[in-house]
């Protein structure tokens, strides 16, 4: 049984640029959220996504953007990048209602 | 706001010794608690948690006791292992329906155990 699915594991990006990760949810999951962890800080909440709306918010600005597919997974949109921007951005799923996330592996976001 | 504190690392123990990472937590209702772990190049795992006041988590030899009146969920382990070298992190979610309200962590204690 697959876990959660995080692509790339790794990108360099300029500061100004855009950047779109992805995740794949665990199978019969519904719920994505997402989460920034920065450099030798715990992760921070940035917004959960479930019938492909966005379901609650952390304090992001609006360049940090998402969307959920018909199939669950997700997407995070980061544009106008910063240099305070990179960090390692983890993806994970759960099932409304019912206890248990599962956490990917992560995308290491490095803003040059 | 909700808020996580934790125990500033890194911890270096000897195998076999007593762990204690200690963690306070600020909540404005009654959260849920846990404990998460970090391996290297790995996502975050569930450790343990507790729902309630005086709930006491417990897996893999590691346990952590939900203590309203010190607003305090501090992880324990009497025998720790070189397997057990990783990142801690202590955090909390509120509502009723834990399972899927946003977690606040703490900001993690890098934990190594020397053989």
């Known amino acids: 049984d697959a876990g959660v699915t995080q692509s790339p594991t790794h990108l360099i990006k300029t500061r100004g640029q855009q950047v779109t990760l992805r995740c794949s949810p665990k199978?019969?999951?519904?719920?994505v959220s997402w989460y920034q962890q920065a450099l030798g800080q715990g992760p921070q909440f940035i917004f959960q996504?479930?019938?492909?709306?966005?379901?609650q918010r952390g304090n992001f600005p609006d360049r940090f953007s998402g969307h959920q597919f018909p199939n669950y997974s997700s997407e995070l949109n980061v544009n106008a990048l910063l240099l305070g921007d990179s960090a390692l951005y983890l993806c994970?799923?759960?099932?409304?209602?019912?206890?248990?996330?599962?956490f990917g592996s992560g995308t290491r976001l490095t803003v040059v | 706001g909700d808020s996580v504190t934790q125990m500033e690392g890194p911890v270096t123990l000897s195998e076999e010794a007593f762990l204690t990472i200690n963690c306070t937590y600020t909540?404005?209702?009654?959260?849920?608690l846990f404990w998460y772990v970090q391996y290297p190049g790995e996502g975050l795992q569930l450790l343990l948690k507790?729902?309630?006041?005086?709930d006491k988590g417990s897996n893999k030899g590691f346990e952590a006791t939900y203590r309203k009146e010190t607003t305090s969920f501090h992880l324990e382990k009497g025998s720790v292992q070189v397997s057990d070298s990783a990142v801690y992190f202590c955090?909390?979610?509120?509502?009723?329906?834990?399972?899927?309200?946003?977690?606040?962590f703490g900001t993690g204690t890098r934990l190594t155990i020397i053989p």
């Open positions: 909540a404005t209702g009654y959260p849920s």
């Open positions: 507790a729902t309630k006041a005086d």
């Open positions: 994970a799923s759960s099932l409304i209602e019912r206890y248990g996330y599962t």
């Open positions: 199978s019969g999951h519904d719920t």
């Open positions: 996504y479930y019938e492909e709306e966005e379901r």
């Open positions: 955090a909390l979610s509120e509502g009723s329906n834990f399972g899927n309200e946003k977690l606040t």
